[in-house]
């Protein structure tokens, strides 16, 4: 007896997915190759799931993917903890937590877009030959002042003083009702965010600078930079995945060495291509001028990657 997987070989016909459907009529219709359809097949699934996410109600913050039983089991009532209440405080009893089938479709759910697909998804389109050798200066923008001003902003205390500063100037002049707060908080980002666009082209003026010195094409030095970027993005967008999974109750005691090797990595990677990459001169303070303006990007990284993954880490950042 012929099996059907048999048979269809037998036929000539091969067995098809709806996503290796999807990448072909991508690969044909489109005329893009077979990794270029695979990315565009997954960022139109991440749409997809962004958009199923914006219609499930939010999970419980005490619910679990994998497992049941999270949450405090008591709890004190706020009235016994308001100042001057002379009330002996009581514990109050609460039952654990028992995700439901809602919640534990939008945990899935949420783990595969913003764990998984995002990161992946991000650095593919980076690390692609051509967007990082054809558009380097856009690259280096990106990942040297945008993407560490995204990552940043829900963390440095800088923010926070930014955020501070410009309500004690906006309120003093401008009072304003409390549901228009918001707005401040809108503008702090905004200025924020533009901050990181001004650094970006910083290190791109230094990239150049340092180009001209050494009598090298700006491209092949801004491309130097690109793998202690990429990594630098990677270990940001990868910060939900392990959130998630301390979340679920998985050891994270490596996570530090790991991030510490990949920083190491990448800075290493980038030395020796932007070694290979500028030429030596012979005036040697030209030399030396063009390889401190090109390696203050690389401690620019590195500070950030201290900062954000052995700095400000604690109970709500992983």
Known sequence: MIKRTDALVLTGVTATTPWSTVRRWLATRLRLSSAEAAFVSGAILLAALLILLAF?????????LFSDGWGAESFVEGEACSPGDVAVPQLMP?????????????????????GLLLPLLAATALSSRRVWVCR???????????????????????????RQTLADVWLQRWPMAESQIVWLDMISVA??????????FAVWSLVAAAAAL????????????VPLGIVILTLGLTEASASYLRGEGVVLDVLPVLRATALAAGAVWSA????????PLPVRVRSVAAVVLWALPIGLALGH????????TGRYRV
Not at 138 to 158: D, E, F, H
Not at 305 to 312: D, K, N, R, S
Request: aromatic fraction near 12%; include cysteine.
């Open 305 to 312: 990657g201290w900062w954000m993954y052995f700095e400000w």
């Open 214 to 225: 050494s009598a090298t094409d700006r491209l092949c030095v801004a491309r130097s930079l």
């Open 94 to 114: 609460r039952p654990p937590v028992k995700a439901t089938a809602v919640d534990r479709t939008s945990l899935a759910l949420r783990y595969l877009t913003w």
């Open 56 to 64: 499930l109600p939010a999970p419980h913050d005490d619910a679990r």
């Open 272 to 279: 020796v291509a932007g070694a290979r990459a500028m030429r």
């Open 191 to 200: 200025l924020w965010h533009g901050g990181g666009l001004a650094l970006g």
């Open 136 to 162: 380097p200066d856009l690259v280096i923008v990106l990942l040297y002042g945008l993407v560490p001003a995204y990552l940043q902003w829900s963390a440095n205390p800088a923010f926070v003083a930014l």
